[in-house]
């Protein structure tokens, strides 16, 4: 039986509206004419699709220069107009020119995001992208422009600077405007759209012998990118855990707003209101702010515990060893004995196997736990590395066509454990004060990194050969023993209930990592969570969800 559409009805929706807002004006003493006033354009579904476009396109920049780079450097017309790169017997030492120019924009990123220490909490997120784009858009210019190696130079440090600003400040900014229980696979789209590159771009272009679009054009396509993202995040809220404008200067009617659209559920909704009231929390721990000094403060924060693991985890994931294949993946397989046009054709597909392997961490996210994706990645990867490098010895056909395999596999295994992961983790261990800065930091780690494994990896196999794999092994296995003793679960909890587990760890002398593991740690909003963090915000607030709750909707992580 359908409901009836008469006054009466709407009158018994109205009264229950009504109750509704009374309850929230009482509770958090917000006004919900305010509430309503902020309410964003999008919601639910709506809002998290398009928040997920807006930070995939930001991280398809990433992964599309990889993707171009890698077989730009040897096409004819690229090394017309920049002979520096050419690496032939004659010219030994432009392996590490070849090296620089590709390595040069991981400069430029690593001031990107160290430049968001200081912007990053001033400008908000969704400014800092508008501005990192912008500055994306110059470079991208300058690129296309390049008739000098110099200029060319100049223009992927510019370049670099934008996508700094940007890989620094979109997982934040994604993660804070996800819902727990989706925030893993959100994060993890990014991910897939990293790999998402433009190797099939240069194959096209390859032909194009004659001109110098052969190079030009493939740069220019990622203006298209960038003019995409800082239009469309001007459709996108503010996230309601930026601490400068919203809780900090009282603007909690917009934070109520933007977490009701992200809910898709009224403000006067338990879960509304329980993260609502977490933030609160979080704001009322770190009240007395002490600027980037805070980074290394301990206690009941952990805050230095928790910068250590996010920039210690950027630097490993370039330690696995991928930028060996994402960036010289064209000149692997040429050393591996196939022809210029082979080898591009196998590149492309080495990088479309990527990206459709990149989904199995997808639908795992949420279900295994960032740990244990991590833990079966570095495995996979050393075992990968260890064979190419008694592959690499033994040097006949059979193990050259083998080896080709090999480098599909490792890509395998790293976009399992490590592609999307590594961006999603240290948005999540970090608290509400830190997470800018430290994101910041992590993210200068990974470009550091990037660098130095960019830099060395031509020079090493012009002087170790296949001993370079070898290296690459034993990285891996390091990693191993790290992740296992030190990197707690953060998969299945709100950013604020990470405060809590930081926190009870601290009180009872406990391994923060043992404690993740638990599902009896009291959620974020709750009295026990106060108690546990040693603060009150003020607010009465009876969280309608007991700590036991947490297990139906936690992984099983390792």
Not at 436 to 443: D, E, H, M, R, V
Not at 520 to 534: F, K, Q
Request: hydrophobic share 45%; glycine share 8%; net charge neutral.
């Amino acid at each position: 039986m359908s409901l009836p559409s008469s006054n009466q009805g709407k009158h018994q929706i109205s009264i229950a509206e009504k109750t509704n807002h009374e309850q929230v004006t009482q509770q958090f003493d917000l006004n919900p004419a305010d509430v309503a006033a902020h309410a964003p354009s999008l919601r639910g579904r709506k809002l998290a699709a398009a928040a997920a476009f807006v930070a995939g396109t930001g991280f398809t920049l990433f992964g599309y220069d990889q993707g171009v780079m890698s077989s730009l450097i040897t096409g004819n017309q690229f090394e017309a107009m920049f002979p520096q790169v050419v690496v032939d017997a004659s010219h030994s030492n432009h392996a590490t020119l070849q090296s620089f120019i590709i390595a040069i924009y991981e400069v430029g990123c690593l001031f990107g995001a160290l430049s968001n220490l200081w912007v990053g909490d001033k400008l908000g997120r969704r400014r800092t992208i508008v501005t990192g784009g912008s500055i994306m858009i110059v470079g991208a210019i300058l690129q296309t422009t390049s008739f000098s190696f110099a200029q060319l130079t100049v223009a992927r440090i510019v370049t670099g600077y934008g996508n700094g600003l940007i890989t620094s400040t979109v997982p934040t900014y994604h993660a804070e405007l996800s819902p727990s229980a989706k925030r893993g696979r959100m994060i993890m789209m990014e991910g897939t759209l990293i790999v998402a590159g433009g190797q099939w771009v240069d194959l096209a272009l390859f032909f194009v012998n004659w001109s110098s679009a052969q190079w030009r054009a493939p740069i220019a396509l990622q203006l298209v990118f960038e003019i995409i993202m800082v239009t469309c995040i001007g459709f996108l809220p503010e996230s309601p855990r930026w601490r400068v404008p919203l809780m900090k200067q009282g603007r909690n009617a917009e934070a109520m707003a933007i977490i009701s659209a992200m809910e898709d559920k009224d403000p006067s909704d338990p879960d509304v209101q329980r993260t609502y009231y977490g933030i609160r929390e979080a704001v009322a721990v770190e009240a007395s702010s002490q600027g980037m000094r805070e980074l290394i403060t301990g206690g009941r924060s952990q805050n230095l515990r928790r910068t250590t693991i996010a920039v210690v985890l950027m630097m490993m994931q370039q330690l696995t060893g991928i930028n060996l294949v994402t960036f010289y993946a064209t000149i692997l397989f040429q050393r591996l004995g196939l022809s210029d046009v082979n080898a591009r054709i196998t590149a492309a597909a080495n990088g479309t196997e990527y990206f459709f392997a990149s989904f199995i961490a997808y639908y795992a996210i949420d279900y295994v736990g960032r740990r244990q994706l991590m833990l079966i990645g570095a495995v996979g990867q050393c075992i990968v590395m260890i064979l190419l490098g008694i592959l690499g010895y033994i040097n006949n056909d059979p193990a050259q066509i083998v080896s080709v395999v090999l480098l599909f596999a490792f890509n395998t295994f790293f976009s399992i454990g490590w592609l999307g992961v590594a961006w999603l983790y240290p948005a999540e261990i970090s608290g509400l004060r830190t997470r800018a800065p430290t994101n910041a930091l992590s993210t200068a780690s990974n470009w550091t990194f990037n660098f130095v494994v960019v830099m060395i990896i031509g020079p090493a196999f012009n002087n170790i050969s296949w001993r370079t794999y070898i290296v690459f092994a034993v990285m891996n296995a390091v990693i191993i023993p790290v992740v296992y003793f030190f990197f707690p679960e953060t998969g299945g909890r709100s950013l604020e209930d990470l405060d809590v587990v930081f926190a009870l760890a601290y009180n009872t002398g406990q391994d923060p990592v043992k404690v993740s593991l638990r599902k009896d740690v009291p959620l974020a909003g709750s009295l026990e969570a106060d108690v546990i963090l040693g603060v009150s915000t003020g607010i009465q607030y009876y969280s309608p969800r007991t700590p036991s709750s947490f297990s139906a909707g936690a992984e099983t992580p390792a």
